[in-house]
C-alpha cells in the first residue's frame, strides 16, 4: 500500500481496493490518447486492462509507449492481466462479456458503425452494462461524455467544505441533558469561556422556541438571542473566542436541518421499485439498500425521516474536558445510529458489506445519486452544442485538413492532434474512471468539453 | 510516419524551426515532471534541461510513470533522463541538485533559456524561480498541485502577475507554550514529539543552549518559560541516555516525559484554570511490559501498546544512532522515525485527554503529506505545455497579441464537475503594482568579476551605483536577502571594506534606495551580483535600467485606488539595533520583507511609494525589465 500512500488519502483503503480489483476495457485505435489512458489506469492500481482495437491505417501521433503490455507491465504493482482483441470481431460476439468489466473507455472511436453497434449491445442490457465513457480529441479541443445504464450513488462525495452534522435544531436527549448542565445564569466568565459554542447555540434556539418562534429562525435572531443569553455574564464576554465561534458559526442553527436538503429528497424519491435485481455494481446496490433500510426505519418508527448520526464533532474552542464529553455523546449515538441500522438489515434480511455501512453511516450527508441520461450513446448526434456538433463532424465524417488555416469559430479544431491536449484530456477520462469505479467524489454528469486556446470548459447534461 | 510532420501541421515550418531551436528549463522531475517532461519532447523543444534534487521513493511509483521499483533511491533527473531516451528526440541535459543552489546554477547559466518549467514541490523553490524569471525576464510556467485540485499559471515579466503578486498561504506555526505545556489537539503533541522530542533526542548537538531571544512564548508567564528552559537543559540528559545504548534506561525516559514533567506542568496552578488537568502516566503503566501488539497502520490500539511500542522502537532508534553518526534526522518515509514520533504523540496526546491518532494519519501531519495522482499531474502538465505554444507565441492562428489574453487554469475540487465547473480560466492579470518583487522596485543584474568583487570599497560601489542611475546624495544600501543595512547618511563604518568583505558575493541581491527626496523619489533597484569568473578582470557592469522618478509617499495620493493597494503592503527598511560588528540587522520577519505599522523609536523608515501617477504603468514595467545586455528572446 506504501506505493499508493498519497492517493489512498484521497479515497481511502476501501477506494483503493476497488482499484485494484476492477478491470477496465478502452476501446480504440492506437493514439496517443489510448497510451495516456491506459498509463494512468495502470498508476492508479488498475491490474486487468482489456484493449479493443480498432486498426488504424496511419498512425496519428507520437507513442511513448512501443509495445502496451510490456511497457505498462513496470508501472502497475502486481502481475498486470492484459488482453487484445478486436473490436469489428467482438462486436459480433453476442455472448461477449461485458458485464465484467467496470467501465468502458471509449477513445477517439471514428466509426460510426461501431458505436451502433455498441449502442445496440449495451441497450440489450439493460441496466447491467459497465458506464461508459466516450472521449475524442480534435485539434485544441475534446469531449467526453459519460453514459451510466444504471443508477450511479457516490458514497462520498468530498464536498469543498465539509458540513458536520450537528443536529443543532434537534438534540436528542442526552444532548439536551448536556446543555442544561451549563447555566449561565450562574457562571463567571472564566467558566463560561469553557463551554463549546454549539452548547451556546443551542440555548438560543432552546430560548427562541420557549419565546414561541416556531417558524424558521434567521440569524438576526440568532445574534440577539445570544446576546440576551451571554451579556448578562459581562460586557467582556464578546472577547471570549467561544462567544465569537457561536457568533460566527449562528448560521447553522438556521438551515433547515443540519444535515443536506439534497440528501432527504433523495431519499423522498428513493421507492422500492427502484430496486431491481439487475444490478451491475455492488456498491450501487449496497448504498441503495442502505438508503431504502433508512426510509423503513422511519416508518417502523412513525418518524418523518432517519438519518444516522455521521458522530464528527469539529474543533472548537472549549475546556478539554467540556470538549471530551460532548464528543463521546456524538460518538456513542452515531454508534448507536448505526447498530439501529444494522439490525434493520439484518430483520429484512439484506446483506451490506461492513465497510461500506461503516463509511455510508460516518459520511451519510456525502452520498449523491446520479441517473443514467435520458439520451444513450448516440446523445452526440443530437445536441444543439455548437463545439460538440463540430467536434462529432470531425470525428465521424470529416478527415483531420493539412492545412493550418481555419475559418470557423473554432480555431484550431481541424488540425492534427495536439500531444498536450491528448494527454490533458488522457488525465481528465480517467479521473472520472476513478471516480466511477471508487464511488468518491461526483463525476462528470455528463458531458464536458475543453477548448485548449484559452482553457475553458463546460459540463452540459444530455 | 515521421513524427514531425504532425507537429508542423499543428504550428507550421517557421515555429517549428524555432522551437526546435529553443531552450527549455523544467525544474523538478516528480510527479507534474515526469508528465511534464513526456509532453514536452513530444513537443520536441530543441534542448530540455532538467534539474531535480530528489532520489526516488515508493510512493512515487503511483504517478511518476518514469520510474520503476528498481530506481528507488536514484537521482530522480538523470533516471527520468534515460527513461525517456526510446521516444526522444531533443537534447536533454540532467542535473541532480538544488536549483537554489547559486555556485552550481549562477544568474548567468540560466540566461541560456528561452522559458523556464516550474515543477515543484515548496514555496521556497518556486519563489526562487520566480525571482530568477523577474530578473532575466524570462517566461515562467508555475503549476502545482494537491490531490484533485491543480494550477497552471503562465508569468511573463513585467508583463503579467508573478508567483509574488498574490498572498500565499504559509506554513502555520504555534505559540511554543501550546506546543510545550498545553497543548490540545493532536497537532500540538504531533509536533512536539516530531520538532522538540526527536530533535533533542536524535538531531541535535549534545551541547549548547537554545537560542531563545526571539521564541514566540506564547505567555509572558516568566514562572511557565523558566519551567521551558529548565526542561530544555534536561532533555540533554535524556540525550545521554540515547548515547548510553543502555535499553534498561529507557523507563527513565518515559517516567522524565511523562510523569515528572506533567507534575511539574500541574505544580503551576493558573495554567489549569479553564484547562482540563492533564493526568500523569502511572509507575506501574511504565513497567508492565505488554506484548506489542503488531497493529495496522490506520488503527490506535491501547495506552499500553503504545508505551511498549515507545520502548521498543526507543531501542531500535538507540541502536542506530551511533551507526548514523550520532544524527537520525525525521523523515516521514523512516519507518522507525515515524513510529517513534507516532508513539510519542500518541502518549502526550492521552495524557492531555486529547483522542490519538493511527500511524497513516500522524504521518500525513508530521510528514506534511499532500495527496497526489497521476491523473491531475496529467492534466496540468498538459495544459502548462499547451500554453508553452502560445507564451512563445508559435500558434500563427491565435497569434498572443497581449500577454493578458491568456489564460491560466484551475482545476476544481473534484466534486464541483457536475456543477458546471472542470477548470476555471482566469485570463493573467497584469503586475500587482504593489508586489515586493515584481513592480515595487526596479531591478537589474550587475556582471561581477571576482577579483572586483574582492577589490571593489564599498564607498566606490555606491558611488558607481548612484552615479549609473542619477541617484542624489542620500541614499540607502541594503543587502536585501539577509536585511543587512550596508550603508546610509549615519552608517559609513563599511565604506572601506570590499564587497566582499561585507559578505556580498555571488547571488546577493542589494536594494538600493534613494532617502533624499521630499515629493520626487527615485524608485528603489534591487541589484543581483552576478559573480562569473569567465569574465574579464576589472568588471562591473551595471545593467542599463530606467530608474524613474516616483512621489513620496508624504505627498497625498489622488489615486484611491492606488492608496487602496497600498494598505499594508509596503516595504519598510526598520533599523532597530546596532551589532557590534558594524553591521546593522534590520528587522527580519523570517528573511522576508517586513510589514512593520509602528514605527520605531530612533528608527529612519518611509516606505517606498507606488509609483508615480503620471508615468503609465504598462510603460515603466517594460523598460525595467528589459536588461539590455542580455541575449533574451523577445517576447513581442
Not at chain 1, 224 to 250: F, H, M, S, T, W
Not at chain 2, 530 to 558: H, Q, R
Request: hydrophobic share 35%; net charge negative.
Amino acid at each position: 500500500m506504501e506505493r499508493y500512500d498519497r492517493q489512498l488519502r484521497l479515497w481511502g483503503a476501501l477506494g483503493q481496493d476497488s482499484l485494484n480489483r476492477s478491470r477496465v476495457c478502452v476501446v480504440g485505435p492506437a493514439t496517443p490518447l489510448l497510451q495516456e489512458v491506459f498509463k494512468n489506469l495502470v498508476l492508479a492500481g488498475i491490474s486487468s486492462l482489456t484493449w479493443l482495437k480498432v486498426e488504424c491505417a496511419v498512425q496519428s501521433g507520437s507513442l511513448f509507449l512501443a509495445e502496451l503490455k510490456k511497457d505498462l507491465e513496470p508501472l502497475a504493482s502486481k502481475q498486470l492481466e492484459y488482453e487484445e482483441n478486436d473490436l469489428r470481431k467482438t462486436l459480433q460476439q453476442p455472448q461477449y462479456d461485458w458485464t465484467r468489466f467496470s467501465v468502458v473507455i471509449l477513445t477517439c472511436i471514428g466509426e460510426q458503425t461501431a458505436m451502433l453497434d455498441l449502442n445496440e449491445i449495451r441497450r440489450q442490457r439493460g441496466t447491467k452494462f459497465p458506464p461508459v465513457l466516450n472521449t475524442f480529441v480534435s485539434g485544441f479541443y475534446g469531449y467526453i461524455y459519460l453514459v451510466l445504464s444504471e443508477t450511479h450513488f457516490v458514497l462520498q462525495a468530498h464536498p469543498d467544505s465539509k458540513k458536520y452534522d450537528l443536529r443543532l435544531q434537534n438534540p436528542w436527549p442526552e444532548l439536551i441533558n448536556y446543555v442544561d448542565t451549563f447555566d449561565l445564569s450562574k457562571m463567571d466568565i472564566a467558566t463560561f469561556s469553557g463551554i463549546p459554542y454549539t452548547v451556546l447555540l443551542m440555548k438560543c434556539i432552546a430560548k427562541l422556541e420557549r419565546d414561541g418562534n416556531n417558524g424558521r429562525i434567521t440569524i438576526d435572531q440568532m445574534k440577539k438571542v445570544l446576546d440576551q443569553i451571554c451579556l448578562p455574564l459581562g460586557n467582556d464576554v464578546i472577547y471570549e473566542p467561544n462567544y465569537v465561534e457561536a457568533k460566527r458559526y449562528a448560521y447553522l442553527a438556521c438551515s433547515q436541518n443540519d444535515c443536506c436538503k439534497e440528501l432527504e429528497d433523495l431519499l423522498r424519491n428513493l421507492e422500492i421499485s427502484d430496486y431491481g435485481n439487475d444490478w451491475h455494481d455492488t456498491y450501487n446496490y449496497e448504498i441503495l439498500t442502505l438508503l431504502l433500510t433508512l426510509k423503513n426505519i422511519a416508518k417502523e418508527n412513525g418518524e418523518l425521516s432517519f438519518q444516522p448520526l455521521t458522530g464528527t464533532l469539529p474543533d472548537m474552542e472549549s475546556t478539554t474536558e467540556n470538549y471530551i464529553r460532548l464528543k463521546k455523546l456524538y460518538e456513542v449515538k452515531a454508534k448507536l445510529d448505526k447498530s439501529r441500522v444494522e439490525e434493520s438489515l439484518a430483520r429484512s434480511k439484506k446483506k451490506v458489506s461492513q465497510d461500506v455501512l461503516e463509511t455510508f453511516c460516518s459520511h451519510y450527508g456525502e452520498v449523491r445519486k446520479i441517473l443514467p441520461p435520458k439520451s444513450d450513446l448516440l446523445g452526440i448526434f443530437s445536441t444543439s452544442n455548437a463545439l460538440l456538433d463540430a467536434l462529432v463532424m470531425v470525428q465521424f465524417w470529416e478527415q483531420p485538413a493539412v492545412t493550418a488555416e481555419d475559418k470557423d469559430e473554432f480555431i484550431g479544431l481541424r488540425v492534427d492532434d495536439n500531444y498536450s491536449v491528448m494527454a490533458f484530456f488522457g488525465g481528465a477520462v480517467v479521473q472520472e474512471a476513478i471516480k466511477l469505479i471508487t464511488h468518491h467524489y461526483v463525476p462528470i454528469d455528463n458531458l464536458f468539453l475543453y477548448n485548449g486556446i484559452n482553457n475553458s470548459s463546460a459540463t452540459y447534461k444530455i | 510516419m515521421p513524427r514531425e510532420t504532425s507537429l508542423v501541421t499543428i504550428i507550421g515550418e517557421d515555429s517549428y524551426k524555432k522551437l526546435r531551436s529553443s531552450r527549455c528549463l523544467l525544474v523538478g522531475a516528480g510527479g507534474i515532471g515526469s508528465e511534464l517532461l513526456k509532453d514536452i519532447i513530444l513537443m520536441e523543444f530543441g534542448e530540455i534541461h532538467i534539474v531535480d534534487l530528489d532520489t526516488i521513493d515508493l510512493s512515487n511509483l503511483n504517478r511518476q510513470f518514469l520510474f520503476r521499483q528498481k530506481d528507488i533511491k536514484q537521482p530522480k533527473s538523470t533516471t527520468a533522463v534515460k527513461a525517456v531516451q526510446h521516444f526522444n528526440n531533443s537534447k536533454l541535459v540532467p542535473y541532480q541538485g538544488n536549483v537554489m543552489d547559486i555556485s552550481t546554477f549562477p544568474l548567468h547559466w540560466f540566461e541560456q533559456f528561452d522559458i523556464i518549467f516550474n515543477a515543484l514541490d515548496n514555496l521556497a523553490a518556486r519563489r526562487y524561480v520566480n525571482k530568477i524569471s523577474q530578473f532575466l525576464s524570462l517566461p515562467l510556467i508555475e503549476s502545482g498541485t494537491a490531490g484533485f485540485d491543480g494550477y497552471m499559471q503562465p508569468i511573463i515579466p513585467g508583463k503579467t502577475e508573478c508567483f509574488e503578486c498574490t498572498k500565499k498561504e504559509t506554513p502555520k506555526t504555534f505559540p511554543v507554550c501550546t506546543i510545550r505545556s498545553t497543548p490540545s489537539q493532536p497537532i500540538h503533541c504531533i509536533v512536539w514529539a516530531k520538532n522538540f522530542l526527536f530533535n533533542q533526542l536524535f538531531a541535535s548537538e549534545t551541547s549548547g543552549n537554545e537560542d531563545d531571544n526571539d521564541q514566540d512564548w506564547g505567555t509572558d508567564d516568566a514562572e511557565e518559560i523558566k519551567r521551558i528552559k529548565q526542561e530544555t537543559n534536561e532533555l540533554y540528559e535524556l540525550q545521554k541516555i540515547i548515547i548510553s545504548r543502555d535499553a534498561s534506561r529507557i523507563p527513565e525516559i518515559l517516567n522524565k516525559l511523562f510523569i515528572q514533567d506533567i507534575n511539574k506542568l500541574l505544580a503551576i496552578e493558573n495554567l489549569w484554570k479553564t484547562r482540563t488537568k492533564p493526568v500523569p502516566l502511572s509507575d506501574s503503566q511504565i513497567n508492565t511490559p505488554t506484548k506489542t501488539a503488531q497493529s495496522a497502520s490506520n488503527s490506535v490500539g491501547t495506552i499500553q501498546e503504545q508505551i511498549s511500542n515507545f520502548i521498543n522502537i526507543t531501542q531500535k532508534l538507540m541502536d542506530r544512532y551511533p551507526k548514523e553518526q550520532n544524527h537520525i534526522e525525521f523523515d516521514k518515509d523512516d519507518a522507525d522515525t515515524l513510529e517513534f514520533v507516532a508513539t510519542a504523540a500518541n502518549i502526550r496526546s492521552h495524557i492531555f485527554n486529547i483522542p490519538m491518532k493511527s500511524v497513516f494519519d500522524i504521518k500525513q501531519i508530521a510528514g506534511n503529506i499532500i495527496p497526489a495522482i497521476a491523473t491531475t499531474n496529467a492534466i496540468v502538465a498538459g495544459a502548462s505545455s499547451l500554453i508553452s505554444l502560445r507564451v512563445l507565441n508559435l500558434l500563427k492562428y491565435a497569434p498572443t497579441t497581449k500577454y493578458t489574453d491568456l489564460n491560466m487554469a484551475f482545476t476544481a475540487k473534484a466534486s464541483n464537475l457536475s456543477q458546471n465547473r472542470y477548470l476555471s480560466n482566469p485570463k493573467l492579470a497584469p503586475p500587482n503594482k504593489n508586489c515586493p518583487v515584481c513592480s515595487k522596485v526596479c531591478r537589474g543584474v550587475i556582471k561581477l568579476s571576482s577579483d572586483c568583487l574582492n577589490k571593489m570599497k564599498l564607498s566606490d560601489f555606491v558611488v558607481l551605483i548612484r552615479e549609473k542611475y542619477s541617484y542624489p546624495q542620500d541614499i540607502s544600501l541594503l543587502d536585501a536577502s539577509n536585511q543587512r543595512l550596508l550603508f546610509d547618511y549615519d552608517f559609513e563604518d563599511l565604506n572601506d571594506r570590499t564587497l566582499s568583505e561585507i559578505n556580498l558575493g555571488n547571488g546577493s541581491i542589494i536594494l538600493f534606495s534613494d532617502e533624499e527626496g521630499d515629493t520626487m523619489i527615485r524608485k528603489a533597484i534591487e541589484l543581483f551580483l552576478d559573480v562569473d569568473d569567465e569574465l574579464p578582470c576589472n568588471t562591473c557592469s551595471l545593467p542599463d535600467v530606467e530608474v524613474p522618478l516616483i512621489k513620496a509617499n508624504n505627498s497625498p495620493s489622488k489615486n484611491e485606488e492606488e492608496e487602496k493597494n497600498e494598505k499594508g503592503a509596503d516595504v519598510v527598511a526598520t533599523t532597530n539595533s546596532h551589532g557590534k560588528d558594524g553591521i546593522v540587522i534590520l528587522d527580519d520577519d523570517e528573511g522576508e520583507i517586513t510589514i512593520d505599522a509602528e514605527p520605531i523609536n530612533g528608527s529612519k523608515k518611509r516606505p517606498v511609494d507606488t509609483e508615480i501617477s503620471e508615468a503609465p504603468s504598462n510603460k515603466r514595467t517594460k523598460l525595467v525589465n528589459e536588461p539590455t545586455n542580455s541575449d533574451i528572446v523577445e517576447l513581442d
